[in-house]
T-cell receptor
Framework: DAGITQSPRYKITETGRQVTLMCHQT?????MFWYRQDLGHGLRLIYY???????DKGEVPDGYVVSRSKTENFPLTLESATRSQTSVYFC???????????FGSGTRLTVV | DQQVKQNSPSLSVQEGRISILNCDYT??????FLWYKKYPAEGPTFLIS?????DKNEDGRFTVFLNKSAKHLSLHIVPSQPGDSAVYFC???????????FGKGTKLSVKP
């Protein structure tokens, strides 16, 4: 199926654990993005990628790592999860940096 | 420092009436504006956009107005329907090299 998929949909992890959120798109869009949504903050950009092997920080990158070895995949890793990283994470892709983005359905992450 | 502001966290409207959602921005370099709609447990979906060379864009029941001198845009939904109940995010970008900057969102409730 064409589109953008995120996995898992829900994840509970413990403080200090490493966790990776997956994002896969089938359109061959150049740009991919990771956002987090928190009450009172809206959508905040964590990292983005303009192409394979090109990534850059967004507004709130601390505690996160990304990679993009293939155009279609853009995993987000929390190296040592903290409770403040409890959030809903959205991946998005786009043909251009400021074109309309297409979002995935999100991953709800709870860090206990 | 918020560059895109949605000052009303929530809005309640009667079915059939007009819904007006407002958005203010501070960066005069922004030249492309979008509205996204988000239902619970889903990712945001693109609704309508407007370029800074226009002051109005219409798509069915949805119209976006842009007032560059006031750095203000609004989304009008006429007539409002219960299915329009969702969180609406305003977003802006500057040129083709800027990422989308999102506001915090406004939760619209349309009462039958």
């Amino acid at each position: 199926d064409a589109g953008i998929t995120q996995s898992p949909r829900y994840k509970i992890t413990e403080t200090g654990r490493q966790v990776t959120l997956m994002c896969h798109q089938t359109w061959s869009h150049s740009y991919m993005f990771w956002y987090r949504q928190d009450l009172g903050h809206g959508l905040r950009l964590i990292y983005y990628s303009a192409a394979a092997d090109i990534t850059d920080k967004g507004e709130v990158p601390d505690g996160y790592v990304v990679s993009r070895s293939k155009t279609e995949n853009f995993p987000l890793t929390l190296e040592s999860a903290t409770r403040s990283q409890t959030s809903v994470y959205f991946c998005a892709s786009s043909e251009g940096q400021s074109y309309g983005y297409t979002f995935g359905s999100g991953t709800r992450l709870t860090v206990v | 420092d918020q560059q895109v502001k949605q000052n009303s966290p929530s809005l309640s409207v009667q079915e059939g009436r007009i819904s007006i959602l407002n958005c203010d921005y501070t960066n005069s370099m922004f030249d492309y504006f979008l509205w996204y709609k988000k239902y619970p447990a889903e990712g945001p979906t693109f609704l309508i956009s407007i370029s800074s060379i226009k002051d109005k864009n219409e798509d069915g029941r949805f119209t976006v107005f842009l007032n560059k001198s006031a750095k203000h845009l609004s989304l009008h939904i006429v007539p409002s329907q219960p299915g329009d109940s969702a969180v609406y995010f305003c977003a802006a970008s500057k040129g083709s090299q800027g990422n989308l900057i999102f506001g915090k969102g406004t939760k619209l409730s349309v009462k039958p």
